[in-house]
């Protein structure tokens, strides 16, 4: 059987997140997330080309004191654009979060998250915002992100590779387990 690195990178990922989850169960250090994120082009060509990316970003690690949590996550989501290229990014990457009150009703929170996608559109991505966590359940948030693309096209009996530094205004919906 053939198997390309892009397929043991995924397969390494989701053992890892599979030994999160399981281990999970037996301490209430361990949490994750799932998020639906929708972002609009912020600035450069992604605004310029009116790009939209909808995607789904789960994290999921331990919290390592009151308020600092670190985790590991993966983020399949499809960016598209009305005049331009189109394609699906997988990015896995590493995320912090920080959040000053654990228990109250409502409290804030900041996250980064930086990783890479490495299957079919490949590049770095990276991700910062903020929001609010409500009773310890939903999160409401708003940041920026950013997609390293590369697309081809083909024309003329010709291969064109082009390299887009996509920037997003991304809002998000998520619930906490």
Known sequence: MYMTDHTLTFIIALYIFGSLITHAQNTNDYQGSINAEFSIGLTGYAKDYEYKSIGVAASYGKMIN????????IKP??????????????????????????EAGVCGFGKARIGYSPFQKMGMYAHIGGGIIIYQKWELGIGASYQ??????????????????????????????
Not at 66 to 73: P, R, V
Not at 90 to 100: D, N, S
Not at 152 to 168: C, D, P, Q, V
């Open 148 to 177: 390293f693309a590369r697309f081809k096209e083909t024309g003329f009996a010709k291969t064109y590779k082009y390299n887009y530094h996509l920037i997003y205004t991304t809002l998000s919906v998520g619930y906490r387990f």
């Open 77 to 102: 989501n499809y960016a598209f654009s009305d005049g331009d290229f189109d394609g699906f990014f997988m990015p896995i990457y590493g995320e912090y979060k920080y959040q000053p009150i654990r």
């Open 66 to 73: 009151n308020s600092s949590f670190i985790g590991i996550g």
